[in-house]
């Protein structure tokens, strides 16, 4: 738990420090540099910046003065400010935290690919019959879980991608060759009409160990486009996620659920260098700070074997970060930018417009009241209800 939590402040620290660059960089001052909140527990002076430690662990700052037209500031310091500075250097103050987040995930998908390769689903040729349905044209004619289909009328079948491609029309009749403990046994049956296409025939048999992951090797130059892809898919991913949980329907699912009985369910789990979610009860369960050091407890616990595990969980929760940060809406940084390009829309003939921050605050402390609730939301059930990876 305590190397989870270093990861967790070295992500909090690569972000502010993005801040903190490209504010030195635009000439603002910089007064404070602190990971934590709460009472400080240790400090030191560099300059004109005090870096340090506070004792709540869960976040950090960078305050950089005059950051809105509220905040009273010397005029001697006044050129100094956030709000005096070109729109262009405003913008990258604002996006650099949220940017350190992306070029970070971009880096852990490539070292993920590069290292570990990736994997692929192939069709199994050492497949076997897991289900088979009540009063399906398989249940009739004695199928077994078990069993492996290996011939249709005479022609033989590797994989069960191929015998999906080489069962006939429904209501045909068909010769299967069945695999039984070593025994090849013959099997005949009338295909049913598939539930949801009537173009298909229908056996009634369900496999799940039908397919297998197949590592692949990736080079240097093909983990490039790769990586991009991942991210771009994943930065989609937790947009979209993002704007489920906060709309109306959303916030009363989630409230909902906090409200329920806690009851025992699986949740996301990597295996092979594949990303895949067992979430069975829960698909948009909300994980919290102490929820996402569980889980990384759990791939840091046993390093050699979920290094690949780690990297994409590292990666996939900067990208949501990175994304959610950008919510156009104080107090994110998303919200500077918004003000920001306000600003210059609305500023004419060399003129500057400079929006009345004031008129914001009322949604901001609606934004933070609503995050409040979500957290302990969240909180409450990865305390009552915790999430865990299967063995």
Known sequence: MLVALLLILLMLFLHEMGHYLTARWAGMKVTEFFLGFGPRLW?????????????????????????????EVPPAEESRTYRSKPYWRRMSVAVAGSTMHFLLALVLLFTFLVIGGRTESVPSSDWSVTQVANDSPAAEAGLQPGDRIVSVNGDSVATMDDLVVVLPEPGTPVSLGILRDGDLLTRSLTLGTHPFDADRGYLGVRSLNARESQPIEVGFVEAVPESLEEFGFLTKESAVAIGKLFSPGGLSGFFQRVTEEPASQEVSSVSGGTFSSTAVEDEERVISILGVLRIFADFVSDITENYGSLLLLFALVNIFIGVFNMIPLLPFDGGHVAIATYERLRSRRGRRYTADVSKMIPVAYAVVVVLLFVGLGALYLDASDPVRLPS
Do not use: D, H, Q
Not at 51 to 70: D, E, Q, S, T
């Open 43 to 71: 400090s030191f002076r560099r300059g004109e910046t005090v870096f340090g430690l506070k004792a709540i662990p869960f976040g950090a700052y960078v305050r950089i003065i005059g950051m809105n037209n509220l905040e």
